[in-house]
């Protein structure tokens, strides 16, 4: 009698610590399952702010002209050192502001009546500027200078035919020197652009200036009127709204556009030896070239760096 009572204690003891154990590895699952859960989330915050991404751009050296007028009923322009700081500006944020998934500054233009002087068209565009806040200090051909961007048309518009709207992503644009001005009697600075490179249909177009009498000298070739347009270059590769790469290489008397690091525009002519005479400065983001009602183009920038 004793014994059987002995086994049958010890079956309720074995029972008690099966239970028991069974309880521990329960727990232990439990408690793994949390630990799992917890690294989930914990990975799944890592990957959400993984996804917050800045721009690669320095305004430091760049003012900015947008489609809005200021009090002055003239384009609103932001100088450094307030550009820096532009995605807080409210009259900037429909304008210019940072796409943070992709990794942008988005620049947004339509037709309003802002328009800069000596056009008929609207702009949010950078303004290089070589001392910041000051416009008098530029660059020669001789001097030389490098641009290279990183960017993708976002949005565009399109005409009654269907066919998107243009706009000139980037530019380097002529300059009188004070001395010039006065010797030629303009009552400003402006000279022609030596470059505009469009986003055309998809694809990317080059234009220059070509210098009509060849003999020219100062001060006739300091003239608007002594340069016409030329029959402009297409790239061969088609952009579309994929993201691509644009260097502008300029020295004395040439200047290259690279597309995508494979493609190359080389002009060394005359025409870029004459074209020394002027000082310039880089231009980059959406000179929009249309007024048709409604439209608009958005251009995104992931980088755009210049060195001279």
């Not at 915050?45 to 991404?53: A, R």
Request: net charge positive.
């Amino acid at each position: 009698m004793s014994s059987f009572r002995n086994i049958i204690l010890s079956a309720i003891l074995l029972m008690f610590l099966s239970v028991n154990a069974n309880c521990q590895t329960q727990k232990d699952n439990v408690s793994n399952s949390d630990v799992k859960v917890e690294k989930q989330k914990k990975k799944k915050k890592k990957k959400k702010k993984k996804k917050v991404k800045l721009p690669d751009i320095d305004l430091s050296h760049w003012k900015v002209t947008l489609p809005v007028t200021n009090d002055k009923g003239k384009p609103y322009e932001i100088e450094p050192p307030e550009i820096e700081d532009f995605a807080s500006n409210e009259i900037a944020k429909p304008y210019m502001y940072i796409d943070s998934t992709k990794g942008a500054i988005v620049f947004h233009a339509m037709p309003t009546a802002s328009k800069t002087r000596n056009t008929k068209y609207t702009r949010s565009e950078l303004r290089e500027q070589m001392v910041p806040g000051e416009n008098n200090v530029n660059w020669t051909f001789k001097d030389g200078a490098y641009m290279k961007g990183k960017l993708a048309m976002d949005e565009v518009s399109r005409d009654d035919n269907g066919k998107y709207h243009r706009v000139i992503i980037m530019q380097i644009h002529g300059r009188l020197t004070n001395e010039q001005r006065d010797l030629i009697g303009e009552d400003d600075n402006n000279a022609p652009p030596i470059l505009k490179i469009y986003w055309d249909k998809g694809k990317i177009r080059v234009k220059t200036k070509l210098l009509k009498n060849l003999n020219a000298q100062v001060p006739e070739i300091l003239h608007e009127d002594a340069w016409d347009d030329d029959e402009g270059f297409n790239f061969e590769q088609e952009v579309g709204f994929s993201k691509f790469t644009l260097e502008v290489k300029v020295s004395d008397g040439k200047m290259v556009i690279i597309l995508n690091g494979n493609e190359y525009k080389v002009y060394e002519n005359i025409h870029m030896k004459k074209w020394g005479v002027f000082e310039n400065y880089f231009k980059a983001g959406n000179y929009f070239q249309s007024r048709d009602e409604g439209s608009y183009a958005k251009v995104r920038y992931y980088e755009l760096e210049v060195s001279h």
